[in-house]
């Protein structure tokens, strides 16, 4: 796994757990056990972390929406699958919903 995909992981993970304002870029770092300017190398600002896991979840959000369309064979049921993923994904990315994180 890529260190940039780490940063990710490890920020959706703290910011999940503590909210995007009590973590910093220094305490993600932290976290991995990187120095902060490795971080730096691939995100320039918290701003820059956020928006990229943003990106992350609008793009899981289209793909399992396109597989799941692309597969239709009963509406009714697939609506139901379709919703079921949906607040699925949004688990993961439950900091951007809670904390209404704005771009």
Known sequence: VKTK???????INLFNLHGTKD????????E???SPGNL?????SKHDIIRSISD????????????QLDTISDFS???T?????????????Q?????GVHL
């Open 5 to 11: 995909d780490k940063i990710i992981a490890t920020s």
């Open 23 to 30: 973590i910093s870029t220094n305490h993600i770092a932290k």
């Open 32 to 34: 991995m056990g990187i």
């Open 40 to 44: 730096y190398y691939h995100f320039t």
């Open 56 to 67: 992350n979840f609008s793009n899981e959000l289209v793909s399992t929406f396109q597989i």
């Open 77 to 79: 049921n697939n609506l």
């Open 81 to 93: 699958t379709l919703f079921n993923r949906f607040f699925r994904i949004q688990r993961s990315y």
């Open 95 to 99: 900091f951007l919903f809670l904390e």
